[in-house]
Nanobody, 116 residues
């Protein structure tokens, strides 16, 4: 199994930046896919961005292109979501995601609130 622990959420003003971290319990190069989802109040959980273990970008939501960037640090078994130019509509609980041998794993979520 894979355990995922997110951190880095908080309150930020529009136009500000946050960096979310997701620490995995396994070497992330052995995890077949990782990404970030988010869920706003009253909304379905949506995929924000996802990358393969080869660090190829599989998907980036149009709503965050040019503003959010996912990266990885294999030595720390950690992936990051750098969020720049945040907008109020980015307010949501953000979840780290991993797919490993056909199973989905989720972090506990971290709240991001963008408000002036």
């Amino acid at each position: 199994q894979v355990q995922l622990v997110e951190s880095g959420g908080g309150l930020v003003q529009p136009g500000g930046s946050l960096r979310l971290s997701c620490a995995a319990s396994r070497n992330i190069f052995s995890i077949h896919g990782m990404g970030w989802y988010r869920q706003a109040p009253g909304k379905q959980r949506e995929l924000v961005t996802r990358i393969s273990t080869g660090d190829s970008t599989n998907f980036v939501a149009d709503s965050v292109k040019g503003r959010f960037t996912m990266s990885r640090d294999n030595a720390k078994n950690t992936v990051y979501l750098q969020m720049n130019n945040l907008k109020p509509e980015d307010t949501a609980v953000y979840y780290c995601y991993a797919r490993y041998f056909g199973q989905d794993y989720w972090g506990q979520g971290t709240q991001v609130t963008v408000s002036s």
